[in-house]
């Protein structure tokens, strides 16, 4: 058997220095809604190695961090399989994983980073739909039949059959995410969409110049549909010009610029995290993390302090929020309110 990380204090809580009246008002606001909108909410294998790796991902046993879930706040979380090729491995995560949902844990809808695995059969996403994903990146890195991905060195769009496969999850109640989808394909998938679209976990490439990160024109195509951007925290993504440390000041500067170039009615948390050596997953998998141009020899953290796990994310966001002066009103919206508004939009 797998041992599986823990999903309680695997790590030494992240200290905020805050006032009595300070810490009730983050009490408050976590009394919901709280929304994750993507997290891997899933114990990673520990000791974490490419064989213990291997072993869960054949297996296909992943268990969500039923203690970490209830302790984190959240009333939301959209737990994301991994990008997967094959359609029928995808539809057994999703069947195994919704058996393993705790009814006194938050809601879990189901999401998934990649519809390459439809190939061009645009019933594949109701397929995928019928299994109870919720959430589907249109397009990964490497692009696919629907369009265009962020990791392409050049990006023709989004193509006939993607503008179907947009108004299949329109007409589904299905929504689609621009996260790992490149520049144009992402700004015509928009214009494209009836209902409003999501960046479910990314950052603003103002901040950062990586290809992960969106610049400002993606991020106001997603808010003239009415949509959301969550901003996430996977290690060495949204880390800011000029500061070494990729921790919890790093992230919610990216959801601080997005707020101010967009309205902080389009902005939300998508963390990205498991339960976990997150920054080990890269090893043990063999990912190399996308590279950024004139960063390429800027390390990897050993965790992003203050947003490491799923538990921890929306309490460690609320403090900074408060310690940073946002009203109730804004922060509610940043937590939750503005996801919960899409989902209410888009899901049938």
Known sequence: MIGLARDVDRLPPYEQELTAAQRERVERLLAGPVVSLHDHPIRLPDPLTPQTWAEQSSAGTDRLGHAGLRASGLDVVLASSLADPDQQ??????????????????????????????GTDLDGIVDLHAAGYRSAGLVY????????????????????????????????????????????TSIEAARSSSAPVVITHAGARACWPSP??????????????????????????????????????AVMTHVAYIAELVGVEHVGLGPDTFFGDHAGLYAAAGWAPVPVPGHED????????????????????????????????????????????VLDAVLR
Do not use: F, Y
């Open 89 to 118: 491995r995808l539809l057994r995560w999703a069947a195994r994983l919704r058996e393993d949902v705790d009814p006194d844990g938050p809601r879990v809808l189901l999401a998934l980073e990649d519809l390459g695995s439809i």
């Open 141 to 184: 890195n490497t692009g696919n039949a629907l369009g265009g991905g962020l990791g392409q060195a050049h990006d023709d769009g989004l193509t006939s059959l993607g503008r179907e496969a947009v108004a299949v999850m329109n007409g589904l109640g299905m929504l689609v995410d621009l996260s790992h989808v490149g520049d144009r």
């Open 212 to 249: 992960r990160m969106k610049p400002d024109d993606v991020l106001r195509a997603v808010a003239d549909t009415g949509g959301v951007i969550g901003v996430e925290a996977a290690p060495g993504s949204t880390r800011v010009h000029g500061r070494p440390a990729h921790d919890l000041d």
């Open 298 to 341: 800027v390390p990897l953290p050993d965790h992003v302090a203050g947003m490491e796990n799923p538990a921890e994310a929306p309490r460690n966001a609320a403090c900074w929020l408060v310690r940073h002066g946002w009203s109730d009103a804004d922060i509610a919206k940043v937590l939750g309110v503005n996801a919960q508004r």
